[in-house]
């Protein structure tokens, strides 16, 4: 007996701190004339936009390894995505089914172009440089929300009347997957934004002398680029 579909709203609270997906370690390169807001620049761009030039300059990665963590970030917002609209163990279980996860991660390649966001000019200070960054958040899900809800209640009423009686786990979930994307990808043309948030995001050096930002402002950055209701 399959159990009962979460509600959106009790996914979405299951999942309140978001995974850190930016580009590898945000660590950039120990240099004389650092620029700190061209470094975080570089981190937004390679991880929202899949724009690697400031990333490669500021922190040494070669493309390939900024493609790389570019690709992994896509896959781990889709992960959110999926645990966030109730199917989360089936997204990272061997039997999701690679279409779908392909389709999901492109799902975030094309709402991530939407991205708005405006790096200012790094402040200098004792502890290193303070660069404020202000978002426009993507309101991705919002207008989708009723037809998402409606779904789930369509389901648990098919799951209460044993519609599903002699369909494996498997196909359940790659079933109840596609109709939850479907109804996403409807709603992903042109979406609106919510008010500008701006964030201080502080730039330091570690014990080896490399410039960093915590993964906790990466967090805070991340939280803020797609709106989830």
């Not at 930016?22 to 650092?34: E, N, R, T, Y």
């Amino acid at each position: 007996m399959k159990s009962k579909l979460r509600l959106l709203s009790a996914a979405a609270a299951a999942l309140i701190t978001l995974t850190a997906s930016g580009c590898g370690p945000l660590s950039a390169l120990l240099v004389q004339d650092f620029d700190a807001s061209r470094y975080v620049k570089g981190i937004l761009d390679c991880t929202y936009l899949g724009e690697y030039t400031d990333y490669m300059e500021t922190t040494g990665a070669t493309e390939e390894e900024s493609r790389a963590s570019y690709e992994a970030g896509l896959e781990t917002e889709a992960g959110f995505l999926a645990s966030y609209l109730g199917f989360g163990d089936y997204f990272y279980s061997e039997a999701m089914d690679s279409d779908l996860r392909s389709e999901m991660i492109d799902f975030y390649r094309a709402a991530y172009q939407y991205s708005r966001y405006e790096v200012k000019e790094a402040v200098k200070s004792d502890s290193g440089f303070t660069v404020e960054v202000t978002i426009e958040p993507i309101d991705l899900f919002s207008s989708a929300l009723d037809e998402l809800n409606g779904y789930i209640a369509e389901v648990e009423s098919g799951l209460e009347a044993g519609l599903f009686a002699e369909v494996s786990d498997e196909e359940f979930y790659c079933e109840y997957a596609r109709g939850m994307m479907e109804i996403c990808e409807a709603h992903d043309d042109d979406p609106p934004y919510l008010e500008p948030v701006t964030l201080a995001i502080l730039v330091t050096q570690d014990e080896e002398g490399y410039y960093t930002i915590s993964d906790t402002d990466f967090q805070n950055i991340d939280a803020q680029i797609i709106y989830y209701p």
